[in-house]
C-alpha cells in the first residue's frame, strides 16, 4: 500500500476457534471475503482462507492506512454467529472468546497460504 509519504504492506494470519472446539463443517457458507472487506470499510481484504473442524483460518492483508485489527475479528465473528445461528439455531454461542492473530512477511506469504489450503 502506498500513499504520498509511505509505503506498508502488512499481512495477518488469523484463527477463530468455536465454543469448546465443536466441530463444525460449515464455515464455508460464510462469505468471509465481503464479510472482511465491508466491516473494516475497505481496510482489509482476504488473501485465502482454510476451514478445519473446528475452527478457522484467515490470511488479511491490510489495505488502508487506518485499520483496526482486533476489531476486524470481533466484526468477523459477530457477522458470522450471526449468519451461523440463523442457519443453525442450536450452534450458539458459537466462537470462543478471542482470538490468534500473528503478522506474516511478505516471502511467507505463500506458504501461509499452502498450510491454510491443508486444513479442510
Known amino acids: 500500500m502506498h500513499n504520498s509519504h509511505s ?17 463444525f463443517p460449515y464455515f464455508y457458507q460464510f462469505n468471509w471475503s465481503s464479510a472482511c472487506n465491508k466491516l473494516s470499510d475497505g481496510g482489509f481484504q482476504l488473501v485465502d482462507i482454510g ?7 484467515l490470511l488479511v492483508i491490510a489495505t488502508g492506512t487506518e485499520f483496526n485489527l482486533a476489531e476486524l475479528a470481533n466484526r468477523l465473528k459477530t457477522e458470522s454467529s ?33 498450510y491454510l489450503s491443508k486444513q479442510s
Open 82 to 114: 450471526i449468519f451461523f445461528k440463523n442457519l443453525f439455531p442450536l450452534a450458539w454461542p458459537f466462537w470462543q472468546v478471542g482470538f490468534f492473530v500473528a503478522s506474516v512477511g511478505k516471502n511467507s506469504v505463500k506458504r501461509v497460504s499452502k
Open 7 to 23: 509505503s506498508f504492506e502488512l499481512n495477518f494470519h488469523l484463527v477463530f476457534v468455536t465454543k469448546y472446539r465443536k466441530k
Open 51 to 57: 476451514f478445519a473442524k473446528n475452527h478457522v483460518h
